[in-house]
């Protein structure tokens, strides 16, 4: 690959305050480790030893003990975790913090864009659960049933999803803006017995209808018994045979039950990747991998504190909405979550958010923060931000104008951005920043703790200051389990290129001083003439200008090149996107990346197809440009923007 400027200058250095109070710094002085190199390289070699400190660290408690905390007998990819072991998350998220200070905490704080709001504490919250899985219980779900939220940011979705994870089911967390095709496919797959849905909810002031959906996708899922349906707007919806009010789901009675004991290493939770052709890809997650590695990471990565409050803009159905819940209980922190647009009824929903819940930290998307750009400063400057201490972010990689915006304008150039990239199947982060090491414009510190990542070129072989693939070398507690049922196509996916090796499919970079960068997915990868670049390094380029707000560069088939590059550029307000505006953007690309690398074709639309956590779908973008089927747009925010590209091409 080409051109990509990757390095740069310190941004942010860590104050002593920041080091010394910092979750990192104390776990490295408990284990008599000298500084975070000793940490990364033992955590990386010595897998027993890490990960039993760590489980020890969050105070995972368990039913009966573990007799091996790993068995990679069966192989790398098909590692063991807390071999013997008996336990149940729910226990550790809720049941374990009764009769301590955090049971009077705040568990959750709600807030929906009507302008309601609800806080409920781990008391509250244990007890809303236990009513809620009795209720599972009586209509016979329980160990091993595959149960789906298909829901909006309610506080009954985290009751639910505590509760069906309680009962031993297998919780399967569905985007609410999927359409019924997609919910059904997944429905299918898993095999689901029930679902939780809702009459509908709240979308920039018009109601969005929520349970005829549902119904159309329970329709074409033959294994479905129950619907369960959470009044969110409190309409008339109508009912069916396996429909059931969630008043009645749940009952007057609040008699305790425990959660079920099960297995360590059982599953506990399918997240389906956001891949959008074939059969979907179910990710299994068990009770001491993804929320082990969740909170492993909130402590190392983003140092929370105890008490503290997160904010992360997401939904439920994509993995930062279970990582965020789960990690927070164990931590017995608080989890806001949002149910609405963030520009409505103004540009400074966020930060009224941030401002009305105290939040300590906030974690975005770098295209949310493009969005929000485009309002300047004054919607950012009307709130008292005082209360955050650490902002983060994920989804895609960052331009550093955005990153700077956000840097200064929301932190004030004071507060670190822990940048933090992964995935579903990882549980958490491949690599991430942290509180006691320097930071970068768009980049990471590297590696969490425990993960052995490498970037290598197409032989396997480690290279630096090139771009290359993220691999990592060693197993880790939130990797997946597997493909739901689906063994062979997992193998073939991550383990298949490099004997032992996990290929994670991102492109990445290490720079000379040992800062990490991610640079975009590989198989978005665009050849020129032989020239292999990816997207984000002509985005880049082209954010740089000062008419672009947002960028997308794809790859389409030409005849002498192989493939031709074509930019798609939404522009700031007051420019114009005419001919000699398309010819500085095709020149300040070939200044940058190479005269070969110049872009055949540069249009201007008025907005990028995002998914509703704000991922640029570039695969759609091209479809939709070459007059392909696009797939499954349903989890798309503005399918509006796939309308526009196929008429820019006109």
Not at 52 to 58: H, N, P
Not at 125 to 151: K, Y
Not at 155 to 180: C, D, K, M, N, Q
Not at 397 to 409: C, H, I
């Amino acid at each position: 690959m080409n051109g990509f400027e990757f390095g740069g200058e310190i941004a942010w250095r860590p104050s002593a305050a920041y080091v010394e109070r910092s979750r990192l710094t104390a776990f490295m002085r408990r284990h008599g480790l000298r500084d975070y190199a000793e940490l990364m390289q033992r955590s990386t070699t010595d897998l027993d030893w890490f990960w039993r400190a760590v489980l020890d660290e969050l105070g995972i408690q368990f039913y009966e003990p573990y007799s091996a905390v790993l068995d990679t007998s069966r192989g790398i990819a098909l590692t063991a975790w807390c071999v013997g072991g008996r336990m149940n998350i729910v226990h550790n998220c809720l049941d374990r913090w009764m009769g301590t200070e955090v049971e009077h905490r705040p568990a959750l704080r709600w807030e929906g864009e009507e302008g309601k709001t609800r806080t409920m504490t781990y008391g509250e919250l244990r007890r809303e659960v236990q009513r809620c899985a009795n209720g599972l219980r009586r209509r016979g779900i329980g160990r091993g049933d595959r149960v789906a939220l298909f829901m909006p940011m309610c506080p009954e979705l985290v009751v639910a999803f505590f509760a069906v994870i309680s009962v031993g089911g297998i919780v399967l967390p569905l985007f609410s803006g999927y359409g019924a095709d997609a919910v059904a496919s997944r429905l299918q797959d898993a095999g689901a017995k029930a679902m939780f849905t809702a009459d509908g909810f709240w979308r920039r002031g018009q109601i969005v209808a929520m349970k005829a959906t549902a119904d159309q996708a329970a329709a074409l899922s033959p294994s479905l018994e129950h619907v369960f349906v959470v009044p969110r707007l409190g309409v008339e919806t109508p009912m069916t045979g396996r429909d059931c009010r969630w008043s009645d789901l749940v009952g007057p009675e609040t008699d305790a039950g425990a959660p079920l004991q099960t297995g360590a290493d059982d599953p506990m939770m399918i997240i389906y990747t956001s891949g959008t052709t074939g059969r979907p890809k179910g990710a299994v997650h068990s009770h001491c991998g993804f929320p082990i590695k969740s909170a492993q990471d909130l402590l190392h990565c983003f140092d929370v504190q105890p008490g503290e409050t997160m904010y992360w803009v997401s939904d439920m159905g994509w993995m930062m909405g279970p990582w965020e819940v789960l990690g927070m209980t164990l931590l017995g922190g608080n989890v806001v979550l949002y149910d609405g647009a963030l520009d409505y009824p103004g540009p400074d929903r966020l930060w009224a958010i941030v401002e009305r819940h105290g939040v300590n930290i906030l974690g975005v998307s770098p295209t949310l923060i493009r969005a929000l750009m485009r309002h300047g400063e004054a919607p950012v400057r009307a709130h008292d931000l005082s209360s955050l201490r650490i902002l983060g972010s994920t989804g895609e990689p960052w331009n550093p104008e955005p990153w700077r915006w956000f840097f200064d304008v929301v932190g004030g150039g004071t507060l670190p951005i822990i940048n933090y990239s992964g995935g579903t199947e990882v549980s958490g982060g491949l690599v991430g920043g942290n509180v006691i090491t320097p930071l970068k414009p768009a980049a990471f510190a590297g590696p969490p703790p425990g993960i052995a990542a490498d970037v290598v070129d197409e032989q396997g072989r480690p290279v630096r200051n090139q771009v290359g693939e993220l691999v990592v070398r060693q197993p880790w507690i939130g990797m997946t389990r597997g493909f739901w049922k689906d063994e062979a196509r997992y193998l073939q996916t991550y383990w298949s290129r490099f004997p032992g090796v996990w290929v994670h499919g991102d492109w990445a970079a290490i720079d000379e001083d040992g800062l990490w960068y991610i640079l975009g997915r590989s198989d978005d990868t665009i050849k020129v003439g032989g020239k292999r670049l990816g997207p984000a390094e002509v985005e880049s380029v082209l954010v740089d200008d000062p008419a672009v707000l947002e960028a997308a560069a794809i790859g389409v088939p030409d005849e002498l090149k192989g493939q031709a590059l074509v930019c798609f550029c939404v522009l700031r307000p007051g420019h114009t996107g005419d001919a000699s505006l398309v010819d500085r953007l095709k020149a300040l690309v070939a200044s940058r990346l190479g005269k070969p690398l110049r872009p055949e074709t540069v249009l201007f639309v008025r907005d990028l197809p995002k998914t509703r956590n704000a991922k640029v779908m570039r695969r759609v973008i091209r479809s939709a440009y070459l007059g392909e089927a696009p797939g499954d747009l349903s989890s798309l925010e503005n399918p509006q923007a796939v309308e526009e590209i196929r008429a820019a091409r006109m």
